[in-house]
Structure formats: structure tokens, C-alpha cells
């Protein structure tokens, strides 16, 4: 047996390999800390992003413009009027003749008319139940349009069960309980801020590795560093793991964020959350470190990375529409996302809890990409050196 086969310069080497990685992590501590891009990238724009999303992002429709008209104004259909008044969805605007509110529509101004016609009163008396309203709703979003005829539904048949209660009848014959899982303030930001922690670890693994590094490339400092005797596993866990702890510390700031200022429910477990995130920081950090090696430039390498993590993030991951309604080649497309595979589990864990059948999947396809990102990467360095 050599020397070099031996047990003591086996233990020897592996030392010093120890030495060098905690060197290397060391160092890159220390320039995260001392460079204030790093930081703005990871604790401030999160914040931001959060934020926007949590406030600013609403795909609730409350307090919409809407216009009532009653032709005939009398006892029911004021009161009618009123329950819309009362409505925390409605910003309402009266009126006895539609034409007064016709061209509001047109412009904007309201987002929809509910007209009660003349003969509201007498087929109230005849009939004994509330006769139909018309509805007429802005069709320019088709969102927000069916929000405002089911809330108008819904103001309409809770005002008829009152009216029926009150008087002692039931209001029909048979009717609808329903029950919404998950969810059941059916606010939007129970699923967009989930949804904005996503975003948040894709920029601050993705944009900050491929700055930091195309920035040791622009300086030469990368080359210097290959030429050791550092290996390229050193070398790569060296740049990685401070990054992969700032993007674990960077969703835990913005987890406690949603949950204690917004109030979104976490309803899952710590240990699951961080499992899920880490696995697609591996991704992250891989996609990163690939764009850096392929760019070697700061300014292509951060637009690289909104193209390839931002935008598709934002699109094509089911954060903001959904998979199913996109047509079937885009569908397929989502699946090269490693962000489709993140989302769904953040929404989970946060609204639904622990399944973790779904996450080992996600999580195994999310570390596939992150082994085949690290190594193409490791490739392309290597043979830029070379």
C-alpha cells in the first residue's frame, strides 16, 4: 500500500479539503455581507415583493362601482337597494332611469347596473317571492364581471330568504349549502402571498447566484480560484451553501411576514416547508450558477435570470392562472418550470397541511433539476477554463 493510499493521508487530505470548503464559505460569507446589492436582492426586494402582492394585489371583487336603478322606487325595492348598500362589495350608485347610468358603464365608472323594473312592487304582492332583476355587467374582464353577477346573486337571494323568513314562508323548496375547503374567507391573499414566497426564493437563489458569480468571472477572480487546489465540488458547495442559507432565511422572514401581518393560515408543518424550500433552492441556486458560467457579464447574467426565473415563475407556474386552462403544448411547457412544482406544495402547506405524497414528488423532481443544472454548470466552467 503507498503513502498516499494510506489511512493517516487519506484523513490528511480530507482535512484539508474541510479546511478549504469552510475557507471558501467563509469568504463568501464575508462579501454577502459586505456587498449591498446581496442584501438589498435578499431581504429588501422580498419585503417589497411581498408586500405588492399582499396589498396591492387583490383579485377580490370589494367595493365595486355599481350602479342601481329602480324604475318604480317603493317599500321593497328600497330596501332591496339597501341590502346592495350594505354590501361590502359594492361601492353603489342610485338611479330611477338606466340611461343615467348607461354611459357611466361605457366609461368605467361603474362595473355593472342591476335594474329593478316598475313592475318589482305589484309582482311582489302577486306573487308572494321577489321577481327578477336585470343584471347588466361590464364584459371588457371577464373575472371581475362573473364576480360581480354572483355577488349580485348572492345579495338578491339573500335578501329574498330575509324577506321569506320574515314572513314565515320558505323561500323555495329546495336550496344549496356549500362549503369552500381551505379557504373559506375566499380571500385572494391566502393564495397570492404563498404564491409571492415562491417569487421571492427564485429571485434570491437564482439572480443573486448568477450576479455574485458572473461577477467573480468579470474580475478573473473565478479563474484563480479553479486553478487551486480546490476541487470543483469544494469550489461549488463553497459558492452555494452561503447562498442557500441566505434563501432559506430570506423565506422564513417572509413566512412570518404572511402569516403574522397578513394572517395567511400555516396550517402544515415547519419541517415541510423547509424540506420543500429546499429543494427547490438546489434548482435555484443550480439555474443561477449555470447562467453565470454561460454569461460571465452582471448585466446579462441578471436579465438571464428574470427570463428564465422571474417571468416564468410569474406565468407559467399556476401562481396566477391556471395550468389546466392553458393550452396543451403551454401545459407541457409548465412542466420545465421548476417553480410549477413549488407552488402547488407552498399553497398546501400553508391552506391544506401535511401531504407529503405530493411533496416527495415535487421535491424529487425539483432536486433532479437542481442535479442537472449543477452539472452543466460544472461542465461549462471546466471547460472555459480549459
Known amino acids: ?40 436582492i435578499a431581504l429588501v426586494m422580498p419585503l417589497i415583493l411581498l408586500f405588492l402582492f399582499g396589498y396591492g394585489v387583490n383579485l377580490d371583487a370589494s367595493h365595486t362601482r355599481l350602479g342601481v336603478v329602480l324604475e318604480a322606487p317603493g317599500p321593497s325595492s328600497r330596501d332591496l337597494a339597501a341590502a346592495f348598500q350594505a354590501s361590502p362589495y359594492f361601492a353603489v350608485r342610485l338611479a330611477t332611469d338606466r340611461r343615467e347610468l348607461e354611459e357611466a358603464l361605457v366609461a368605467g365608472e361603474v362595473r355593472g347596473i342591476v335594474v329593478v323594473p316598475a313592475t318589482f312592487e305589484a309582482g311582489l304582492r302577486r306573487r308572494g317571492r321577489a321577481p327578477e332583476v336585470q343584471v347588466i355587467v361590464d364584459g371588457s374582464d371577464p373575472n371581475t364581471a362573473a364576480l360581480v353577477q354572483a355577488y349580485v346573486q348572492g345579495v338578491v337571494s339573500s335578501w329574498s330568504a330575509l324577506r321569506a323568513a320574515e314572513a314565515g314562508r320558505r323561500s323555495s323548496a329546495a336550496g344549496v349549502a356549500d362549503r369552500l375547503w381551505f379557504n373559506a374567507a375566499r380571500t385572494s391573499e391566502n393564495f397570492l402571498v404563498p404564491g409571492s414566497v415562491a417569487i421571492v426564493m427564485a429571485l434570491v437563489g437564482t439572480l443573486l447566484t448568477a450576479l455574485v458569480v458572473a461577477r467573480e468571472w468579470e474580475r478573473g477572480t473565478m479563474e484563480a ?162
Do not use: H
Request: aromatic fraction near 8%; include cysteine; hydrophobic fraction near 60%.
Open 225 to 386: 480560484l479553479m486553478a487551486t487546489p480546490v476541487t470543483a465540488v469544494e469550489l461549488i458547495l463553497g459558492k452555494l451553501v452561503p447562498y442557500f442559507l441566505l434563501g432559506l432565511a430570506s423565506m422564513t422572514v417572509c413566512t412570518l411576514f404572511a402569516v403574522f401581518l397578513f394572517g395567511v393560515p400555516f396550517r402544515g408543518s415547519v419541517g415541510a416547508l423547509y424540506a420543500i424550500s429546499a429543494a427547490f433552492l438546489v434548482a435555484a441556486l443550480g439555474q443561477g450558477l449555470l447562467i453565470s458560467a454561460a454569461a460571465r457579464n452582471q448585466l446579462i447574467a441578471s436579465q438571464l435570470a428574470l427570463l428564465t426565473s422571474f417571468l416564468p415563475m410569474a406565468l407559467l407556474s399556476g401562481f396566477l392562472f391556471e395550468i389546466g386552462s392553458m393550452p396543451r403544448v403551454i401545459q407541457i411547457v409548465c412542466q420545465l418550470v421548476p417553480g410549477r412544482w413549488l407552488v402547488p406544495s407552498l399553497q398546501t402547506v400553508f391552506l391544506a397541511g401535511d401531504l407529503w405524497p405530493l411533496f416527495l414528488r415535487n421535491m424529487a423532481i425539483l432536486l433532479l433539476f437542481g442535479a442537472f443544472f449543477l452539472a452543466l454548470a460544472v461542465r461549462l466552467m471546466r471547460r472555459r477554463v480549459a
Open 1 to 40: 500500500m503507498s503513502t498516499l493510499d494510506s489511512p493517516g493521508e487519506r484523513s490528511r487530505s480530507g482535512r484539508a479539503g474541510a479546511r478549504r470548503l469552510l475557507a471558501l464559505m467563509r469568504k463568501e460569507a464575508i462579501q454577502v455581507v459586505r456587498d449591498p446589492s446581496s442584501i438589498l
